[in-house]
């Protein structure tokens, strides 16, 4: 649980609302939240997706999750103490964009369900929608990928008795239990992923 230590603040509502930036975007704001294993192919099909988004004149952006390490989560590590933090930020970011307009499409691994649930609860409350999709790819697959060789590290650091904390190696990965999409990455081009997602954000009077 994190810790309050704000205090002597109040909530400011400003001029316009949500319904006002709705209306100037002509779509809904909300998070798309990408989770599965580190090779899985979330950032790609993420990224996809926001330049198919945008070609057809809609706002979205991508929160990838090695990017957002180089500023907002520098200081955070791979502990399960930092992955929490790391999540909990990125949920309330997200909550943010959503009440702007914007379609936050996120890419992180996010291995750990309470903390991908919180993330939902938060845009819940705020009456915001949030749509969990699970890239699902076997992890041997992932290995076999491997594109930034973090799998062979991660067995190295295992046989020589020195553990990571790697995700699906010595580290548990919490596959959702209903997610609103599941995209089977090892069978499907990023387009089609792509095409998958946009579809869904359609029927749910998104775009």
């Given at each position: ?41 979330k ?7 926001e ?22 989560n ?16 990125i949920g ?20 750990y ?7 939902r ?5 705020a ?7 699970f ?20 067995r ?9 904390g ?14 609103e ?5 090892a069978?499907v081009?990023?387009?089609?992923a ?12 998104l775009?």
């Amino acid at each position: 649980m994190t810790e309050v230590r704000a205090t002597n603040i109040t909530w400011h509502e400003g001029h316009v609302n949500r319904e006002d930036r709705q209306k100037l975007l002509k779509q809904k704001g909300a998070t798309v939240w990408f989770t599965g294993l580190s090779g899985c192919g979330k950032s790609t099909i993420a990224f996809t997706v926001e330049h198919a988004l945008v070609e057809r004149g809609h706002l979205a952006y991508v929160l990838d999750g090695d990017n957002i390490r180089h500023g907002l989560n520098k200081n955070l590590g791979f502990s399960a103490a930092d992955r929490e933090e790391n999540i909990r930020r990125i949920g309330e970011v997200t909550k943010l964009f959503a009440d702007a307009g914007f379609i936050s499409l996120t890419s992180f691994i996010s291995p750990y369900r309470k903390d991908r649930d919180q993330a939902r609860k938060i845009h819940a409350e705020a009456g915001l929608t949030f749509v969990e999709v699970f890239v699902d790819v076997p992890i041997e697959e992932c290995e076999n990928r491997d594109p930034k060789g973090l799998y062979k590290k991660a067995r190295e650091a295992l046989a020589a008795g020195k553990g990571m904390g790697f995700t699906g190696v010595d580290d548990p990965y919490e596959a959702p239990v209903s997610p609103e999409i599941v995209i089977a990455n090892a069978k499907v081009t990023p387009q089609e992923a792509a095409t998958q997602v946009i579809s869904y954000l359609e029927s749910r009077g998104l775009l």
